[in-house]
């Protein structure tokens, strides 16, 4: 492991045992501090703690806001909800992967700039389909209209 994780990871422990946080507030803060939930900071954090890493991943499944891999820069969520899907979700969908040249199960660009998630629903559903990118709502997306959208943030990311 490397001294700067493990330099993180021991501070983090220090705060856990101070403030007697649970095992949601450990993972938010690895994930605060790293970007994602690492495997090997749940390791590390198990065996430190003697608890099982099972306990840890079954906290991380079950909360949608745990990440186990690295994400982009840029979020783009895309409501999977019905009104969302029966107006057109799946062919924005299908768009913002061809544009962001996303590969079968691929989430995240390679360039680390952009991560695709679907979600169930958003509860915006007067303006379906909706996509959000960060935190901006766009709502009545067609596949064109969202990569139009994206040209914004490619352009930031260039600048």
């Known amino acids: 492991m490397e001294k700067e994780l493990e330099d993180t990871l021991e501070a ?3 705060k856990y045992v101070d403030n007697e946080d649970n095992i949601i507030t450990v993972l938010q803060d690895i994930q605060n501090e790293l970007g994602y939930v690492e495997k090997e900071a ?3 954090f198990a ?3 003697y608890t099982p890493v099972s306990k840890f991943y079954g906290v991380i499944t079950f909360y949608s806001q745990f990440h186990l891999a690295p994400r982009g820069k840029n979020i783009v969520t895309v409501c999977c909800g ?18 962001l040249k996303l590969k079968g ?3 995240t660009t390679r360039d680390m700039l952009f991560t695709m998630e679907n979600v169930n629903c958003v509860g915006a559903c007067s303006i379906a389909p909706v996509v959000i990118v960060n935190d901006k709502v766009f709502g009545k997306q067609s596949g064109d209209k969202m990569v139009k959208n994206l040209k914004y943030y490619k352009e930031e990311l260039r600048n």
Not at 83 to 98: M, T, W
């Open 12 to 14: 983090i422990y220090l």
């Open 42 to 44: 749940v390791e590390w």
């Open 105 to 107: 199960a691929d989430h």
């Open 82 to 99: 019905t009104v969302c899907h029966v107006k057109g979700a799946p062919k924005v969908i299908a768009k913002l992967k061809e544009d």
């Open 47 to 49: 065996k430190k703690t």
